[in-house]
């Protein structure tokens, strides 16, 4: 027989997403942190800093293959152990890296990391909203998307400051050190899961399984169209200085923390289709600013990150739904997975469109052009997404009458 889950309240399941949200932060950081850091790291590799593309290219392979992977087996293993294991493996690889001066040996380690950490978050999630009321839901999975704001708040320029006057090592070590203190906090808050003597069958991997396990990623394709120019963008298009570069973008970061706490409070209020379509508008207005010329940077980069985030959350809170509970690791794990491919595609499309360092305007209106023309059809996923959803529900019912 299935588990019977336990589900908390508002107040007794904040800290468990609280805990969540700094593994994600953690994970997320030590993905994110190795395109800069690799800047202070290409000479004793003795490579050039171009590199980095391999270093990120190893990590998103084994990222995608241990997501496919997961969701065929991660109901086999006990989810609270999983998390430890992984959190503790990520910590060893970090260190290890700084005892290497061998760039195979840092592509096989940046391998062993990916693998780690395409499956940390989609358990942990899973063990968040198993234990979350479907009122509190997307709540709780805004407090863990919010993560990554904090990531570009406060843990990359941490990271730098560690870079530039300690050395690349000290950034590395913070990152193994703040692996090791997850360990304690899911021993003892993480709720353990219940004990059953089935295990739960894979989701079908049909065309209704990916099409909500790509939800996320369809969203996320459209700003990381534009991310990896955001900083030309700024400066040549919209007059920001270099001296404002780092203020924006923590004002952008506060704008998408704000905007994802909003829209986790909001989900249980309005729907997603409701959502989806605000957040949609603004996100396309702040494409506006730059393709009209307007020297307006701060509020660009403050709209455009808030609308993507807010737009993350609500697509999150939509699709989670889609999985079992005893099929929801497996499901979070491909729905990263997918991710770390659509991301790729949107890295490797930019730098197709602008191939040189010197960016036309009418070559970046034409990225933005794609950028909005892709985001608009998020809401049109939303309601379709929605409806399938419905239709099942109402399947359901009617097989309990029968």
Same mark, same amino acid.
């Given at each position: 027989?299935?588990?019977?889950? $336990?589900?908390?309240?508002?107040?007794? !399941? *904040?800290?468990?997403?609280?805990?969540?949200?700094?593994?994600?932060?953690?994970? @997320?950081?030590?993905?994110? *942190?190795?395109?800069?850091?690799?800047?202070?790291?290409?000479?004793?590799?003795?490579?050039?800093?171009?590199?980095?593309?391999?270093?990120?290219?190893?990590?998103?392979?084994?990222?995608?293959?241990?997501?496919?992977?997961?969701?065929?087996?991660?109901?086999?293993?006990?989810?609270?152990?999983?998390?430890?294991?992984?959190?503790?493996? %990520?910590?060893?690889?970090?260190?290890?890296?700084?005892?290497?001066?061998?760039?195979?040996?840092?592509?096989?380690?940046?391998?062993?990391?990916?693998?780690?950490? +395409?499956?940390?978050?989609?358990?942990?999630?899973?063990? !968040?909203?198993?234990? @979350?009321?479907?009122?509190?839901?997307?709540?709780?999975?805004?407090?863990?998307?919010?993560?990554?704001?904090?990531?570009?708040?406060?843990?990359?320029?941490?990271?730098?400051?560690?870079?530039?006057?300690?050395?690349?090592?000290?950034?590395?070590?913070?990152?193994?050190?703040?692996?090791? %203190?997850?360990?304690?906090?899911?021993?003892?808050?993480?709720?353990?899961?219940?004990?059953?003597?089935?295990?739960?069958?894979?989701?079908?991997?049909?065309?209704?399984? !990916?099409?909500?396990?790509? +939800?996320?990623?369809?969203?996320?394709?459209?700003?990381? !169209?534009?991310?990896?120019?955001?900083?030309?963008?700024? /400066?040549? $298009?919209?007059?920001?200085?270099?001296?404002?570069?780092?203020?924006?973008?923590? @004002?952008?970061?506060i704008a998408g923390y704000?905007?994802?706490k909003m829209t986790g409070?909001?989900?249980?209020?309005?729907?997603?289709?409701?959502?989806? /379509?605000?957040?949609?508008?603004?996100?396309? %207005?702040?494409?506006?600013?730059?393709?009209?010329?307007?020297?307006?940077?701060?509020?660009?980069?403050?709209?455009?990150?808030?609308?993507?985030?807010?737009?993350?959350?609500?697509?999150?809170? %939509?699709?989670? $739904?889609?999985?079992?509970?005893?099929?929801?690791?497996?499901?979070?794990?491909?729905? /990263?997975?997918? *991710?770390?491919?659509?991301?790729?595609?949107?890295?490797?499309?930019?730098?197709?469109?602008?191939? /040189?360092?010197?960016?036309?305007?009418?070559?970046?209106?034409?990225?933005?052009?794609?950028?909005?023309?892709?985001?608009?059809?998020?809401?049109?996923?939303?309601?379709?997404?929605?409806?399938?959803?419905?239709?099942?529900?109402? $399947?359901?019912?009617?097989?309990?009458?029968?």
């Open positions: 027989m299935p588990p019977v889950t $336990q589900t908390f309240n508002d107040k007794s !399941l *904040m800290p468990i997403a609280l805990i969540m949200a700094f593994i994600q932060f953690t994970n @997320a950081l030590e993905y994110m *942190m190795f395109n800069p850091v690799f800047a202070f790291m290409a000479a004793d590799f003795l490579v050039p800093v171009s590199f980095s593309g391999y270093v990120s290219g190893m990590y998103t392979s084994g990222a995608v293959l241990s997501g496919i992977i997961a969701f065929y087996w991660i109901g086999h293993f006990n989810k609270k152990r999983f998390l430890i294991a992984n959190m503790a493996l %990520l910590g060893l690889l970090t260190f290890l890296t700084t005892f290497t001066a061998s760039f195979n040996l840092l592509l096989a380690l940046r391998f062993c990391a990916g693998l780690v950490g +395409g499956t940390t978050m989609g358990v942990g999630i899973s063990i !968040l909203i198993n234990h @979350a009321p479907a009122n509190l839901r997307g709540k709780m999975l805004a407090t863990v998307i919010a993560s990554y704001s904090i990531v570009s708040i406060a843990g990359m320029p941490t990271i730098l400051f560690l870079c530039t006057h300690y050395g690349w090592h000290a950034a590395l070590w913070l990152i193994s050190t703040l692996c090791l %203190l997850t360990l304690p906090l899911i021993v003892f808050f993480i709720p353990r899961d219940q004990v059953s003597c089935d295990t739960p069958p894979a989701l079908p991997l049909d065309r209704n399984t !990916l099409l909500f396990a790509s +939800g996320n990623a369809l969203v996320q394709f459209s700003p990381m !169209l534009v991310i990896p120019v955001l900083v030309p963008l700024m /400066t040549r $298009q919209l007059g920001a200085s270099l001296e404002q570069l780092s203020w924006l973008f923590f @004002a952008g970061g704000l905007s994802s409070a909001l989900t249980s209020r309005f729907s997603a289709s409701s959502l989806a /379509t605000g957040a949609t508008l603004i996100f396309i %207005l702040s494409l506006l600013i730059p393709a009209l010329g307007y020297p307006h940077s701060a509020l660009f980069i403050i709209l455009f990150l808030g609308a993507s985030y807010s737009r993350l959350v609500s697509s999150s809170a %939509l699709t989670i $739904q889609f999985p079992d509970n005893g099929q929801r690791a497996g499901f979070a794990s491909l729905q /990263t997975s997918i *991710m770390y491919l659509m991301t790729t595609a949107a890295f490797f499309l930019t730098a197709f469109l602008l191939p /040189t360092d010197e960016i036309a305007p009418q070559n970046m209106n034409m990225l933005l052009v794609l950028c909005a023309i892709s985001a608009s059809g998020f809401p049109v996923i939303v309601i379709i997404l929605q409806k399938k959803l419905a239709k099942r529900t109402i $399947q359901a019912e009617r097989l309990i009458s029968d």
